[in-house]
């Protein structure tokens, strides 16, 4: 009567309100359910409240995002001082939104690991204040700005990351730049990291071979490829007071890979 | 006359002014030189000053910093769903500095990874904006604030993080809440983490294992332990406007160890 039994592993950890649809699972098995936008969205926004503000939301998703990036590059083998003169390069496509401002600081983190990255940004004569800011931090890298997309490079490169969608203004999707950028990655042959990427009832202009998602996932189309979930550092009453019952799936980890349930 | 040579690898390629005397190196035998406080400091504002503000630099301290201190804890061994039941436990000891700030964030960060973090913080009636802020996001984890001593645990934890030191006021040292929590420190018989320890004439009053420092490490005495360098987002340029001449030592990692040359 003294067994001591293990308790059993609960795989269902995050209880999301109307449970929709879409659901991940982890490498662990533990359940990971997709949420809609607008209640990442109001999560986002509770979490702003108590303080994860949005500079501190674009430094954490770049950071992890570019760990996930140099993870894509080869890593280790790739970034050592004995390839300096094989610095891999990324096409950094960037909207302007806050999508665009988390692949800038991406674009930063990647730069400062000696990572030969392009940013495309379109030209506007007014930007949001956060696209200012990161701009001015990307700067200082040795990371080089261009704004027309005859400025890309002509052969393949390593890596091209996707931000050029944000979740709200699809209209986007009809401007020449965006054109112009979709039509340009689709021709370089390199495989695409897609973050933070929206729900599309439309076909995604972009294929992507990866995509990353923050915080909990929205349910994204099979066009998203495989995807990611990267921690953004918002606690567990912050999920709760949004009505979800949360606890990490990350374990050890800052970005973790989902698989379709 | 075709024969295409390998370029040497440049293992000195982070250069300071006023060589001052202490040099690390990488795994991979890059030298870092050690650089005076003053000059750190120095670092920080230029990088302040172009928009990597403090509130930035404390989240991605935290970042790092906690997944140093997720690998120290066993990492995947330790940190996975079938071990829900024996979580590690951290004490945090902060004083009310911006080394504290950091600290902060770094157990809101293993908090969020389900690691049960019990926060020592002496009372003040007036603290930093940086640590207010900082504790309202810990406040919102399952982690555990004591402003006592007599709070924290009996029986040894599994890592000690050390944040009770800043930079400049060394006056701190003598009053009671110091003296007590490095008493249990001592006592307790967990190794301990020092996150951005100074440069002491005197010993450290607590005897780390590892040593976390930023960006560029400082001189620092043998009681800090194994020191280890993290990458806090410097871009080159900004390096560069303090006379320092950089390229990044980290290869894809984000925190290295650094080994006295």
């Known amino acids: 009567e003294n067994i001591l039994e293990a308790e059993p592993i609960v795989y269902r950890q995050i209880v999301v ?20 936008y607008e209640l990442h969205k109001k999560l986002l926004a509770i979490a702003e409240k108590h303080g994860l503000s949005l500079e ?5 998703a770049g950071v992890c ?19 300096v003169h094989q610095r ?17 600081s991406c674009g930063r983190h990647l730069a400062n690991h000696e990572v030969h990255v392009i940013l495309f940004l379109p030209n506007f004569v007014k930007m949001l204040e956060s696209i200012t ?21 002509d052969s393949p490169v390593d890596l091209v990351i996707n931000c050029l969608d944000c979740h709200e203004n699809a209209f986007l999707r009809d401007q020449p730049w965006y054109r112009a950028a979709v039509d340009w990655a689709n021709q370089n042959r390199a495989p695409v990291l897609s973050i933070d990427p929206p729900v599309s009832a439309r076909e995604q202009a972009v294929d992507a071979k990866w995509s990353l998602s923050l915080g909990l996932p929205l349910p994204l189309a099979e066009s998203a490829g495989r995807v990611y979930l990267c921690d953004i550092g918002i606690p567990r009453q912050v999920f709760h007071e949004v009505g979800i019952s949360y606890h990490s799936p990350f374990g050890c980890k800052f ?3 989902l698989h379709s349930a």
């Open 56 to 60: 501190r939301r674009l430094e954490m």
């Open 133 to 153: 800011n990161e701009l001015t931090l990307f700067g200082k890298t040795d990371g080089k700005q261009v704004s027309s997309v005859k400025d890309l490079p």
């Open 255 to 257: 970005v973790i890979p």
């Open 17 to 36: 309100p109307h449970q929709s649809g879409k659901e991940y699972c982890t490498d662990a098995g533990l359940v990971v359910p997709s949420i809609s």
């Open 88 to 104: 891999p390069t990324v096409a950094l496509l960037c909207g302007p939104h806050v999508q665009g401002a988390q692949g800038i």
């Open 65 to 83: 995002a570019s760990q996930m990036a140099l993870t894509l590059l080869g890593g280790p083998n790739r970034l050592n001082p004995k390839n």
